[in-house]
């Protein structure tokens, strides 16, 4: 059985950072591609970036781009997601979800297994 677990959500102030943790068991983590996803209430769920099973191409949403930063550290089966100068418009839950072969997609219908998801709150 396949477990995701976020962590590392909170509240901050706007141009702060957080760093969220995906942490993965039950499948061979560095087979697979990884995605986070955000979704704001009222809003669909949405592609914030995404990272290859070796973790050598990294995918990103225009609207985080430059700000937002996807690693993966295979040996500890573990996905994180940096957020730098953070917006009031970044507030959503944070997902993250994993997919059955290497390479990234940017549906969420494309990953199989999903965390509970992690609130992000941005205060202006």
């Known amino acids: 059985q396949v477990q995701l677990v976020e962590s590392g959500g909170g509240l901050v102030q706007a141009g702060g950072s957080l760093r969220l943790s995906c942490a993965a068991s039950?499948?061979?983590?560095?087979?697979?591609?990884m995605g986070w996803f955000r979704q704001a209430p009222g809003k669909e769920r949405e592609f914030v970036g995404g990272?290859?099973?070796?973790?050598?191409?990294?995918y990103y949403a225009e609207s985080v781009k430059g700000r937002f930063t996807i690693s993966r550290d295979n040996a500890q089966n573990t996905v994180y997601l940096q957020m730098n100068s953070l917006q009031p418009e970044d507030t959503a839950v944070y997902y993250c979800?994993?997919?059955?072969?290497?390479?990234?997609?940017?549906?969420?219908?494309?990953?199989?297994?999903w965390g509970q998801g992690t609130q992000v709150t941005v205060s202006s």
């Open positions: 990272i290859s099973s070796s973790g050598g191409n990294t």
């Open positions: 039950g499948r061979t983590f560095s087979s697979v591609a």
């Open positions: 979800a994993s997919r059955g072969s290497w390479y990234v997609l940017s549906r969420p219908v494309d990953y199989d297994y």
